[in-house]
């Protein structure tokens, strides 16, 4: 499949940055600077910002992302969010799996997994995030860890789910680091996790996914790693934080 046939998504990752006030800011200025945008674009915003950024968003292009979702849909799972509670604010997206999530507060494939069939039973879209360690990296298995780690997660995830399903190829050494994959790295892995997607599934759904690349992308190295056959979008941190750069990247996704 021709990659201009699947429509690119520019994600900002905002972290724990931007209360409710900051992220009308920054939503409102990023209206005018992405109004005519090729591609989808979405916020993942700070659960108690998500009233505020769906506010500001309103009537936009811009879609408003959480930043993970419990796998219960309620119950005594104290200081948790579930996928119910997002869709009842107007939620439509849900990353799910961030390195920093795994890095820091012990996020497993396993529980990944059981968070991705809560996001798509509530009817949201997932952005699904999968990366190798520096480590695993120099050792030579990245192919071998973000297969594993996709396999794990989509377990039960129908063809039709998958299509509520992106992919981010987020190298943990590239996340927050200022070090960036180069485009032929990026290029690579996502290719090896269509080709995986098309063992999974078939061909069609593999080439119907939408598989980003995310690690230190900014305003002048986007239009390189956008320019990849395999790679759809990004999934970007600090440079979200900033109008004006995130803009950039959004008009290098065409
Ligand atoms: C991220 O948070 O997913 C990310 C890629 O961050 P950064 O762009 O800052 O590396």
Redo the contacts with the bound molecule.
């Keep these: 499949m021709n990659k201009n046939l699947r429509i690119p998504v520019i994600a900002g990752?905002w972290?724990m940055n931007n209360g409710p006030a900051a992220s009308a800011v920054l939503i409102e200025k990023l209206k005018p600077l992405t109004a005519n945008a090729q591609c989808k674009i979405v916020c993942a915003v700070p659960f108690t910002s998500i009233p505020a950024a769906l506010n500001a968003a309103q009537g936009s292009n811009i879609a408003v992302a959480a930043q993970n979702v419990h796998w219960e849909e309620s119950g005594a799972y104290t200081g948790e969010i579930s996928a119910q509670m997002l869709k009842e604010l107007g939620v439509e997206y849900v990353?799910v799996g961030?390195?920093?999530r795994r890095q820091f507060f012990g996020e497993t494939d396993v529980t990944v997994q059981k968070r991705v069939r809560a996001a798509l039973n509530g009817g949201l879209t997932v952005i699904l995030?999968v990366g190798e360690l520096l480590g695993e990296r120099k050792s030579g298995i990245t192919s071998q860890i973000v297969r594993t780690q996709t396999e794990i997660a989509l377990a039960g995830v129908t063809a039709q789910e998958l299509q509520r399903v992106i992919i981010?190829y987020?190298p943990v050494w590239?996340?927050?680091?200022?070090e960036t994959a180069t485009p032929e790295q990026a290029n690579e892995v996502c290719a090896i996790l269509r080709e995986q997607l098309a063992v999974l599934y078939d061909k069609e759904a593999a080439d119907a996914t939408v598989i980003q690349y995310?690690?230190?992308?900014?305003d002048q190295n986007a239009v390189e790693l956008l320019a990849q056959p395999d790679v759809d979008g990004?999934?970007?941190?600090?440079?979200?934080l900033v109008a004006e750069k995130f803009a950039v990247i959004v008009k290098a996704a065409g």
């Design positions: 990752n972290k990353v961030h390195s920093e995030c981010a987020e590239a996340i927050g680091t200022g995310g690690g230190s992308m900014n990004g999934l970007i941190g600090g440079a979200s």
